[in-house]
């Protein structure tokens, strides 16, 4: 493969990794919002792989006016006790923080992966064998996302945490959908570029591209 198709394909992974380590960090994988107009109180769930941040705003009547007081509070997520997670949860809490571990997983995928891309760029020979390791550690990035948004999915559609009933998709889910599809088109794109430029296509393997000897 060409010097060029590697660093196309550094770039793109290094983009899916950023969404990657974003989707494992933020909180907001599932977002509940709710409000009472009797207490006059907006609240806001937010649910990430490991936590849960929560944020209540009540309007206050005063003399001048409302005031606005704010609550923003952040605790693991599941917790074993508060949580249920020995109890009636217990399949809800296995099934979200496996989600969890996969995430984390494919982070390490793509960064062995962006390890192997400047490996193998310093010689010629190594750049016409390392884009079966690329192609293979992108695809297993793009699995273990596979597997968590559909996890996160299936606890969001059947309602197994009872708070999810009223949930919808976050900025998370929404960053981690972009990292699994795009690593699949990279996928897509090193094995076509790769066996490309085993056959001697000189786009993908360029000027010294690999010509069988002829028998005489």
Same mark, same amino acid.
């Given at each position: 493969?060409?010097?060029?198709?590697?660093?196309?394909?550094?770039?793109?992974?290094?983009?899916?990794?950023?969404?990657?380590?974003?989707?494992?960090?933020?909180?907001?994988?599932?977002?509940?919002?709710?409000?009472?107009?009797?207490?006059?109180?907006?609240?806001?769930?937010?649910?990430?792989?490991?936590?849960?941040?929560?944020?209540?705003?009540?309007?206050?009547?005063?003399?001048?006016?409302?005031?606005?007081?704010?609550?923003?509070?952040?605790?693991?997520?599941?917790?074993?006790?508060?949580?249920?997670?020995?109890?009636?949860?217990?399949?809800?809490?296995?099934?979200?923080?496996?989600?969890?571990?996969?995430?984390?997983?494919?982070?390490?995928?793509?960064? =062995?992966?962006?390890?192997? $891309?400047? &490996? @193998? /760029?310093? !010689?010629?020979?190594?750049?016409?064998?390392?884009? *079966?390791?690329? %192609?293979?550690?992108?695809?297993?990035?793009?699995?273990?996302?596979?597997?968590?948004?559909?996890?996160?999915?299936?606890?969001?559609?059947?309602?197994?945490?009872?708070?999810?009933?009223?949930?919808?998709?976050?900025?998370?889910?929404?960053?981690?959908?972009?990292?699994? =599809?795009?690593?699949?088109? $990279?996928? &897509? @794109? /090193?094995? !076509?570029?790769?066996?490309?430029?085993?056959?001697? *296509?000189?786009? %993908?393997?360029?000027?010294?591209?690999?010509?069988?000897?002829?028998?005489?």
């Amino acid at each position: 493969m060409r010097k060029l198709s590697y660093v196309i394909t550094f770039f793109a992974v290094a983009a899916t990794l950023l969404f990657n380590v974003l989707s494992v960090y933020r909180p907001d994988w599932l977002v509940v919002n709710e409000s009472s107009d009797i207490l006059h109180t907006r609240y806001t769930a937010e649910y990430g792989l490991s936590q849960l941040c929560e944020l209540a705003l009540t309007d206050i009547p005063g003399g001048n006016g409302k005031v606005i007081y704010r609550s923003y509070e952040c605790r693991g997520f599941p917790k074993r006790t508060t949580d249920k997670c020995e109890g009636e949860n217990s399949s809800f809490c296995a099934a979200w923080i496996s989600a969890g571990y996969l995430d984390e997983v494919a982070i390490g995928f793509a960064a =062995v992966s962006l390890v192997s $891309i400047l &490996f @193998g /760029v310093s !010689t010629h020979s190594r750049r016409r064998r390392i884009w *079966r390791a690329v %192609a293979g550690l992108t695809l297993f990035q793009a699995v273990c996302q596979l597997i968590t948004f559909s996890i996160i999915t299936d606890t969001y559609r059947t309602s197994s945490y009872p708070a999810f009933e009223h949930a919808r998709p976050g900025i998370a889910y929404v960053l981690n959908t972009l990292s699994w =599809v795009f690593g699949f088109i $990279i996928t &897509f @794109g /090193v094995v !076509t570029t790769g066996i490309s430029a085993d056959r001697g *296509r000189r786009w %993908a393997a360029g000027n010294r591209a690999y010509q069988p000897i002829a028998d005489d």
